[in-house]
């Protein structure tokens, strides 16, 4: 008799562990169908700058040629210019077309300039870098050009924050960005930049997350608009009068060639309604310079884009087997 009346108290307690293990599981299941999810966006976003620096490799090595091929007639025209500038001196309007003619190559042979300077093969040296060494070369290069537009200068450097990296050219990237924001400021009432570093585990297109440290530069001026985020790294792209556009092509090559990225946001200071955020984040070990001190700029970007890209099965098979391994280490938990 007293068997029969403990049946039915175990069959409760059966079905309250059996419910309370389902509840875990779906709970279980919610999350890691999360943690998918967030994965593919990740790998998807990695891609994407993966795409973007084959793209912009592709387009700087081509500008050169055409710049190569330019520099030839654009000196015959300078040279023919000056000529017809010293027959025609005696009338007026003449001289003054031929002037024009003068001053307009004098412009494109300066764009040919910066093209070919931009797509010249620098020698990438790494070592040990901190990030306040970094700052301060970007800050002696920028040091008249600040006192000059009077744009107040804050740094934030949270941790140790090293890498291996040429720290030279890094600061010639942190430069032009300084030097963008304070062209950008120069209509804003309040001239505020802040550079920041901190150290992040990013996902890069293998899948893997990495170590970096992320350098940033943001100022107080009206912002990068939307549709202009996706291009200002393009070479020749500017929303200015003047300039070649290839002031941030060329801080793109130099993280592209550690295998870094950049990225554009707002400002995130607070109380912060305008102003532009651009990040470089850079491996503290970068895979593409190891055991390849002195490599050109250009090989090391080659070699960085040189990697295959992950398809969609692949990423979701990685999800998939992802999935798995991790319930089923769930219900082993759970079942001990």
Do not use: W, Y
Request: proline share 3%; net charge negative; aromatic share 2%.
């Amino acid at each position: 008799m007293s068997s029969l009346s403990t049946q039915p108290s175990d069959f409760k307690e059966f079905i309250q562990t059996f419910t309370e293990a389902f509840e875990r599981l779906q709970e279980t299941h919610a999350s890691l169908a999360s943690q998918v999810e967030r994965l593919q966006a990740e790998l998807a976003e990695a891609n994407e700058r993966l795409r973007r620096s084959r793209s912009l490799a592709a387009l700087g090595e081509m500008a050169a040629g055409i710049a190569h091929e330019i520099r030839n007639p654009l000196g015959a025209i300078r040279l023919n210019a000056e000529i017809l500038a010293e027959e025609v001196a005696d009338r007026p309007e003449s001289a003054a077309c031929v002037d024009k003619v003068r001053r307009a190559t004098e412009r494109l042979e300066r764009i040919v300039g910066d093209v070919l300077r931009f797509a010249r093969d620098t020698r990438v040296h790494a070592s040990p870098t901190r990030a306040a060494d970094i700052f301060e070369l970007a800050m002696c290069d920028c040091e008249g050009l600040l006192a000059a537009e009077g744009v107040e200068l804050h740094i934030d450097i949270q941790g140790e924050c090293t890498l291996n990296a040429d720290g030279a050219l890094v600061a010639q990237a942190v430069s032009n960005l300084v030097r963008n924001a304070i062209e950008a400021m120069r209509a804003s009432p309040q001239r505020l930049i802040t550079l920041g570093a901190r150290e992040a585990r990013l996902r890069r297109p293998d899948g893997a997350r990495h170590g970096f440290v992320v350098l940033s530069v943001e100022d107080s001026g009206p912002g990068i608009p939307l549709q202009a985020r996706e291009r200002i790294f393009n070479p020749f792209f500017t929303t200015r009068e003047e300039g070649t556009g290839l002031g941030l092509a060329i801080v793109h090559r130099i993280i592209d060639a550690h295998g870094g990225m950049t990225a554009v946001t707002h400002a995130r200071r607070v109380g912060a309604t305008t102003g532009a955020r651009l990040e470089l984040s850079l491996p503290l070990t970068p895979t593409t310079l190891a055991n390849a001190d002195g490599v050109s700029l250009g090989d090391a970007v080659r070699r960085r884009i040189g990697g295959q890209q992950l398809d969609h099965d692949t990423v979701r098979t990685t999800a998939q087997n992802t999935n798995q391994n991790t319930v089923h280490a769930k219900i082993r938990a759970h079942a001990g």
